[in-house]
């Protein structure tokens, strides 16, 4: 069984470059301290965006071998969107998968460092109630075998939604950039739709929980230039509202859309800041051969 609270892998990688306390110790550790609160207060005060989710130190295995992030130390702004780029397998989807706790679902695996979320420490925290503020759009449009209208209600409803389903309904469909296309068919099948409108579907769908945060791990893979064109529209949209974070392999995509980018290389960090400045200007050069196209 997964388990992000315990240090159950002993693996001689583990023991060479994880922080030396086990993760359930970091994570009592992290209670007593107000490192992310005091992060945040930081950037407020240097007149940044807010920090929303606070990464230190996060180490991730899968079994004993695998150690797919190393040492990951970085900030999500608030209401920015957040690209993480780098070549197949370094890590991208693990990632941004620990700041939902997704990668719990997955058997064997560990968790070391800290995720903080508006200043909580997410694996010290109910995880539905985690999910439930932080909505994940995946890269295959995934919409629920039931009408449009249900697909965006049905977590609202879970959740014990009280108000007006209609107009919640019609608010999230607008700002996935669908109703116009939808509003005569809501109670037709969702699988009518095109995989573009799936997928903003989708986005609907994890809106109506009214999350603060949006994960997205390569949305657009699947659909055409259009859909694509209209998909990075929306995110655009959403910007002041929400966090975003999107794992894409589009260099252009990444700069059309994110304010800041993330550049992962082999489960490391290598390069972070300013979408402009990391392709512009990049620090490291394996970040330059990476957004120039020289590999990946
Ligand atoms: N369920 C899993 N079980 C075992 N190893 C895994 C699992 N998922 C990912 N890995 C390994 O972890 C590392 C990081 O994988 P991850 O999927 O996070 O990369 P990625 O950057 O998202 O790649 P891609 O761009 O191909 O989607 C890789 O070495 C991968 O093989
Ligand atoms: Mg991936």
Known sequence: MASAD???VGSST???TAPSTNSTADAQQADATPTAAGRAGDAASEGEAETKIAVSNLNFWYGDDTHALQDI???VKANRVTALIGPSGCGKSTLIRCFNRMNELIPNTTLEGRVHVNGQNIYQA???A???HIGMVFQKPNPFPKTIYKNVIWGARINGYTGDEDALVERCLRQAALWDEVKDSLHGS???LSGGQQQRLCIARALAVEPDILLMDEPTSALDPVATGKFEDTISELRSEYTIVVVTHSMQQASRVSDETVFLYMGRLIEMGATEQVFTRPQKERTEAY???RFG
Request: no cysteine.
């Open 6 to 8: 315990s240090s159950n």
């Open 14 to 16: 583990q023991a060479n």
């Open 73 to 75: 130390t970085m900030d």
């Open 126 to 128: 109910d995880p539905v």
């Open 130 to 132: 985690v999910r439930r």
């Open 190 to 192: 969702a699988y009518n």
């Open 291 to 293: 957004v120039t196209g």
